[in-house]
């Protein structure tokens, strides 16, 4: 005799041909009908499908070793990327020391000062400089404000520092210095060993705060804090623009991620971007990284809830004739 499955039953005992499966938050399979009314489980635990037959001949009870196969689809992992505020978004920012003269020095004292790329020059105060020597004139006429404005010229000359560090002379013997390039890897040591000299290192430099958001295949993809620019290009190293308040931000994060063709994205709320994966499935569970310093302006979780698809396998035990 010819069986037929083809309806399901819902917990109240009807048959329901709009009953369906879907995914519970612990991953697993559940049973319900369109009003999402969940069949329940037994007390031992172990799920059990309900399921009328229609037979052909009499409708007489009938056993049956049979099974069915339910498969829930894929799902991708995501994360949120909130902006909490705004204001404390670090930017890349120079860092800053000076040079204070309040006489001159004796020939043959040095002063040893580093840019953020890591030039580690020493200058020595000399009776007459050529200033390509690393030397700068430390005598002479002009008092502290000429030693301050020779020692700017050494610093500047091509062979040296070059223009990996700007100065401005304030007057009075005092050169105030800022690295060309931003970041703390600009806030290095000057140390002098000058007569008539104070040196103060240099302070200041900030990293942009980024974050780093990882795809299905591992690809790592920094989206970096700008003071100016959002990209609109493919790019593993794209920037969002900073903005002076928290939902236009959230919206260049989320227009530069786009933008790169490796996520989507939607927002859920004006400060918070909601980010999938293009894939489904586990390999999309990700550590992402955020490095903003506090207080951190951001909030970036990890991609979580990608699953791959799940079937599982139920024997029917029972029919029962209609």
Known sequence: MATRVNRLMTGDGDTDSSAFVAREADGGIKIAND???????????????YLSQNAYGAGSALDGNVSI?????????????????HANIDLLTVATGRVEFSGLPATGETIRIISTDGTDLTYTSVMDASGEDRDFTGSGAGGESAVAANLL???NHPTNHGN????VLNGAGRLSLTQATGGTAGNTTITEGLANCTAVSFTGGLDAAYGEVLNSAGLRIRATASATT???????????????????TAVNI???????????????GGDHVKIFQLLSGTDGNRTNVLSDSAPAGMSLGNMTGGVNTTTKTATIVDFSAI
Do not use: H, Q
């Open 69 to 85: 196969k339910i498969s829930m689809g894929a799902e991708p992992a995501t994360c949120d990327w909130v902006v909490i505020n």
């Open 164 to 167: 990996k560090i700007t100065g």
């Open 254 to 268: 989320r227009s530069c991620l786009d933008a790169t063709g490796y996520f989507t994205t939607t927002m859920p």
């Open 153 to 155: 010229a050494a610093i």
């Open 35 to 49: 009003a999402e009314t969940v069949i329940p489980s037994p007390p031992d635990g172990e799920a059990r499908l």
């Open 230 to 248: 959002t990209s609109s290009t493919v790019t593993l190293t794209p920037t969002f623009k900073a903005e002076t308040n928290a939902d236009v």
